[in-house]
Nanobody, 126 residues
């Protein structure tokens, strides 16, 4: 199983980026897919999830209303549309997936995801 992220880069505050996570070796829509991020010197933190045990995508409070996670089953891809970006969004963004439908209490924990991408850098700076 391989997850490959793309779409990172440098953007000014208030700008937008779209990250993509494409899988090979498994069907993303059959389980849970999430985005995490890690800033220098900080722990990896949950950003958003789709396909978990609940019905709708779920977001961290820090990105709610600005980020949107969607699934493109035809391309076996999960996208993260990031709008109104802030300098504090600067981090390496990772795609994570698991074969199970993870419950709400567990979506925050990186240890519950079996598969990870290599990460893509997002820098928000003027």
């Amino acid at each position: 199983v391989q997850l490959v992220e793309s779409g990172g880069g440098l953007v000014q505050p208030g700008g937008s980026l779209r990250l993509s996570c494409t899988a090979s070796g498994r069907t993303l829509s059959s389980g849970t897919t999430a985005w995490f991020r890690q800033a220098p010197g900080k722990d990896r933190e949950f950003v958003a999830v789709i396909g978990w045990y609940g019905t709708n995508p779920y977001y961290a409070d820090a990105v709610k209303g600005r980020f949107t996670i969607t699934e493109d089953s035809a391309r076996n891809t999960v996208n993260l549309q990031m709008n109104s970006l802030k300098p504090e969004d600067t981090a390496v963004y990772y795609c994570a997936a698991d074969n199970s439908r993870i419950i709400l209490a567990s979506i925050w924990n990186p240890d519950n995801y079996a598969y990870w991408g290599q990460g893509t850098q997002v820098t928000v700076s003027s």
